[in-house]
């Protein structure tokens, strides 16, 4: 047979609500108290981070005050170094214009070389009658460049390289045919470039005609050109829209 139990007198629980009561004050008074030591002390390291930086950036916000600059530490932040520091930008103006100047400078002597060109216009015309060949010489119409040289005569390629020759001739004479001969001397050695032949006009009395060739050529340094007519004594009309002989670089 159980023995029943009393409950406990109300004396008794009344203690036990108040232990609990304080138990629970404590623990979120503790909890309080630690979460705000966790904040001073991160505000406490912000703070000496702060400190350290404003520190380490005095003698730059000095220097730029001292300058006419202002800059101020917080408003630095999120500026690129490079306009931080006024003798880097001052270096790095410095190495942007000669940038710019050696650009130019090569651009300018690409263009130079790459659009070398003479237009050449007849001067007079000296006939050999021992190679029975009637030659002309030239004076400069225009020219750009220093990789041809004309002397009288010859043209003389300076920097090789592949060219566009053309030529044109007007002549006035009898022969039933006439033409021209572009030669190539390198070294001693003659190569005949280019050749026109053309028929003149029969039964008039002042034939006249025009023959015109062009062509494309490799010319090596040190090479000299020449044009001439197959024929001493060759009648040529010697005006510059009418005769002419030009090369330049491709």
């Keep these: 047979m159980s023995i029943p139990q009393n409950p406990p007198p109300a004396s008794v629980r ?14 979120v008074a503790s909890t309080c108290v630690g979460v705000m030591y966790i904040q001073w002390t991160h505000i406490w390291m912000l703070k000496a981070e702060m400190a350290e930086i404003s520190q380490r950036f005095r003698p730059l916000e000095t220097a730029a005050k001292g300058s006419g600059i202002c800059c101020d530490a917080a408003a630095c932040c999120g500026v690129s170094g490079y306009h931080r520091f006024p003798v880097r930008q001052a270096r790095g103006h410095d190495r942007d214009t000669r940038d710019v100047q050696d650009q130019k400078k090569r651009r300018h002597r690409r263009q130079t070389e ?31 460049g220093e990789g041809l040289q004309l002397s009288g005569d010859t043209v003389t390629v300076v920097t ?50 025009t023959c015109y060739t062009a062509g494309v050529h490799f010319l090596e340094s040190g090479s000299t050109l020449q044009l001439s007519v197959p024929r001493k004594s060759a009648e040529i009309i010697l005006t510059a829209h009418a005769t002419f002989m030009g090369i330049f670089n491709i």
């Design 14 to 27: 009344k203690v036990k609500v108040e232990v609990l009561k304080s138990f629970l004050l404590y623990t």
């Design 114 to 144: 790459q659009h070398t060109f003479l237009h050449l216009v007849p001067v007079s015309s000296q006939s050999y009658n021992n190679h029975d060949t009637t030659v002309l010489s030239w004076a400069l119409g225009q020219s750009r």
């Design 160 to 209: 090789e390289g592949t060219y566009f020759i053309y030529s044109q001739v007007l002549y006035k004479d009898t022969t039933w045919v006439m033409g021209h001969v572009i030669t190539k001397s390198l070294r001693g050695a003659e190569t005949k470039l280019m050749k026109c032949l053309k028929s003149m006009p029969r039964n008039i009395s002042q034939p006249l005609n």
